[in-house]
């Protein structure tokens, strides 16, 4: 509802096509800052002072490439840029945090894993690898990412 009354024309975007027609610049952003996290100095060409990317398929591809080389598959969907939208507004962030969805996301990650979903247990951890403001639970993810397996905590029977 929150989201609805800062931008009544906001949809959740089910696909990255959709993303891409909605607000293509927070994939843009995402993307450029994963290729940063693994070193070296990137930054996408744009038009002028607008954040739109001169020739963005191209540079997409080679972020893109550069990311699978160096061991990290990208994920953006509709849940990474609801996360990154909550943390651009206070009350939002706040919810997020009283009401642990970096822990939720995790431990609904680690139920699909165990329950045979293992691409989309990846998707899910890969999703708050990339997002550092889920602190431990981002650590997690990452160690869930680098040796899969079924977390002692998250089994309840």
Same mark, same amino acid.
């Given at each position: 509802g929150t989201l609805i009354l800062t931008d009544p024309e906001f949809q959740f975007p089910r696909t990255r096509e959709k993303l891409m027609e909605y607000d293509p610049a927070w994939y843009y952003d995402d993307l450029e800052r994963a290729v940063r996290r693994l070193g070296g100095d990137f930054s996408?060409?744009?038009?002028?002072?607008?954040?739109?990317?001169? !020739? +963005?398929?191209?540079q997409v591809a080679d972020a893109l490439k550069r990311l699978e080389e160096g061991g990290r598959p990208y994920?953006? !969907? +509709?849940?990474?840029?609801?996360l990154d939208l909550f943390k651009e507004n206070r009350g939002l962030a706040l919810f997020m945090e009283e009401n642990n969805v970096y822990q939720s996301l995790y431990y609904l990650a680690c139920s699909l894993y165990g329950e045979g979903f293992e691409d989309r247990a990846r998707e899910i951890w890969q999703i708050l690898d990339r997002d550092g403001d889920g602190k431990g639970w981002t650590l997690l993810a990452r160690e869930q990412l680098a040796h899969p397996g079924l977390d002692k905590k998250a089994v309840l029977f």
């Open positions: 996408f060409i744009r038009e002028g002072n607008t954040r739109r990317l001169i !020739s +963005g398929d191209a994920v953006y !969907s +509709g849940v990474g840029y609801v």
